[in-house]
């Protein structure tokens, strides 16, 4: 059994896609995956090159102070949302990981530990008009109306 633990630089690949601190989209474009050294050269969201680290724990790593390039996580996209068969007094929808459905509220709800709390008037979202179920982490899960 193999108890070597991978490094956190070989899971970058060229042409994934990774959250930043920032809370951007980055793309990998180029990364040292011999070492544990960095950098790791991505694209963000304005089309700047640059360079960004991994944190694991988002504390200082390896000396260096944070910084709202640093990768977090794998990006996950935002389910699609058809806002036109939602109410008009409908502001957010959500994957409730407890009910395994799809709710929509007046109210933008806030992240709890197990699921969204603090809406106001709420429900769930009738089937024919659901996004498709979700399947990443429910605190990705979250839509906001456009304005």
């Not at 809370?23 to 474009?29: D, H, Q, S, T, V």
């Not at 950098?39 to 724990?57: G, K, M, Y």
Request: with cysteine; aromatic share 12%.
């Amino acid at each position: 059994m193999n108890t070597e633990q991978q490094s956190p630089v070989s899971k970058f690949t060229r042409g994934s896609f990774w959250r930043t601190r920032g809370g951007w989209k980055a793309e990998i474009l180029i990364s040292d995956r011999k070492h544990d050294a960095f950098p790791i050269v991505v694209l963000h969201h304005n089309n700047a090159a640059t360079i960004s680290s991994h944190c694991d724990t988002c504390e200082e790593y390896n000396g260096e102070v944070e910084s709202s390039n640093d990768l977090l996580t794998p990006w996950v996209d935002k389910p699609v949302v058809n806002w036109a068969a939602m109410p008009a007094w409908a502001k957010a929808v959500w994957w409730s990981p407890g009910w395994e459905c799809w709710f929509w509220s007046s109210k933008v709800p806030i992240k709890g530990d197990i699921g969204f709390d603090e809406y106001e008037t709420q429900g769930g979202i009738p089937e024919p008009h659901c996004p498709p179920p979700w399947t990443g982490d429910w605190k990705d899960s979250l839509v906001e109306r456009p304005m």
